[in-house]
């Protein structure tokens, strides 16, 4: 009895450890982004102190930094809880993180091809970071006269987003062996945050999955699909 007790309690202390480093790699991604907006803003202050357009933007960026911070304190506090699922409004979300990745180039395009609000629950923070880091990779892998679409469409009772580049490619190697291999990166210590693997597990504890489909030189999909659940709404309620 004492043998199965410890084997549980060891169980659960390895569950624990690996929802809080789970949490870990959403937070440190999310610091990353915040880091990096900040010191868009720094590097710019003194050429455009004068400019009231630049200031506006500067106070937009920072209040904007200081909502996402408490709310990554009431993530840590937590000490891993499960955010809440809510109704989801897909476009919104994808229009918001698009936003946030204007400063960098190419510029990520958005094609909205939903004619309707489809039904969808999810953890917002969760997902709007991870479709971010699927955005830049994609920029991080194209060249500033590339292209990045963001494609949103409802296919078979399935959301689809699809993240689109024409940059480097992968290869069929790489993505079968070491794309979604945890804690995997080929871009060392800067590659910290979210992955390809904790962006899987996450849509897979959705009942949804993530394909890759790529060719070297010539750029990549990322195909994010989640099935969706009408019977969660009433008919005809719009999602908020």
Do not use: C, W
């Not at 990779?137 to 469409?153: C, W």
């Amino acid at each position: 009895y004492m043998v199965l007790e410890e084997a549980a309690n060891a169980l659960a202390e390895a569950q624990q450890f690996e929802g809080f480093n789970r949490l870990s790699a959403f937070v440190i991604h999310d610091l990353k982004n915040l880091i990096a907006q900040l010191s868009l803003v720094t590097s710019n202050a003194a050429r455009h102190k004068h400019n009231p357009a630049f200031v506006d933007d500067v106070i937009v960026t920072i209040e904007n930094s200081v909502g996402k911070m408490n709310r990554l304190m009431l993530q840590l506090k937590s000490a891993g809880m499960n955010e809440k699922r809510q109704a989801v409004d897909i476009v919104s979300v994808v229009k918001e993180v698009i936003n946030e990745k204007q400063r960098q180039l190419p510029k990520p395009r958005l094609l909205n091809l939903l004619t309707n609000s489809v039904p969808l629950k999810a953890e917002t923070e969760r997902l709007s970071a991870i479709i971010g880091h699927i955005i830049q990779n994609a920029q991080d892998a194209t060249p500033d006269n590339g292209s990045i679409d963001v494609l949103i469409e409802e296919s078979n009772n399935y959301l689809q987003l699809t993240v689109r580049d024409n940059g480097s490619g992968m290869d069929e190697s790489f993505i079968q062996k070491r794309l979604f291999k945890p804690f995997d990166t080929t871009k060392g210590l800067t590659g910290m945050g979210i992955g390809a693997y904790e962006s899987r597990e996450f849509i897979q504890s959705m009942n949804g999955e993530i394909q890759v489909q790529s060719e070297l030189g010539k750029g990549t999909d990322f195909v994010i699909r989640i099935p969706l659940d009408s019977a969660q709404f009433r008919h005809g309620e719009e999602l908020g």
